[in-house]
């Protein structure tokens, strides 16, 4: 793998305006975009497709669930899009749904493991009969099984998604900030290096570099962590 491809530098701008004055700052060092809800509802769709005819490859961050007729049809058009990556919520219907929009085409479904955001008692008070960790490895297994591409989890869960499925999926992890920079609203960190280390596939890194002075440094400092331990 290019090694700039490990790096997705998630695009969370309010506009387009923004979002192309970034991509033109970081040039060739960034290969690797994420789009998700903040851009993708004020023309970022669109951005998102030219961006690929560009030939950067974008993970449309959208983290899709419906019926699935409804994800088969809307997956397929995505593949069309020219997608590198979409999340879908990791139910098997869903799972199994997506796979098939995206057969024959280059799109890769990554499944949506369990929210950051959810504990335990989260997911108790919603009906689940069973704890994050064991959720966790309970949905790899089916990501693995629809024959999906990844899952996004964070760098704290790896030892479990690798538990459970080894390395049958790519592992997408976000939470990843260069020692130094602001930490933000993350709270379990790992640097671009223990990343890699770590055995991660791809980091999604938004504002420690699309919210500092000057982002081509930034990104050229986390290939640079990431060359010297490859
Ligand atoms: O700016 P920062 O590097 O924290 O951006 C991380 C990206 O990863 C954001 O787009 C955020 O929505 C996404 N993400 C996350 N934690 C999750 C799932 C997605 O930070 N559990």
Known sequence: MDLRDRVIVALDVPDVATAKAVVERLGDRATFYKVGYELAFVGGLAFAQDLAKSGKKVFLDLKLHDIPNTIEKGVGQVARMGMAFLTVHAYPQTLAAAARGAAGSNLGILGVSVMTSMDDGDLARA????????????????????????????????????????????????????????????????????????GIDHMVIGRPITGVADPARAMQAILDEIQAVS
């Open 127 to 198: 009906g689940y009969g069973m704890g994050v960790q064991d959720l966790i490895a309970r949905r790899a297994k089916q990501i693995c099984e629809a024959g999906c591409a990844g899952i996004v989890c964070s760098a704290t869960d790896m030892a479990t998604v690798r538990g459970a499925v080894g390395q049958g999926l790519k592992i997408v992890t976000p939470g990843i900030r260069p020692a130094g920079a602001a930490l933000g609203d993350q709270k379990r960190v790992m640097t671009p290096g223990e990343a890699i280390r770590a």
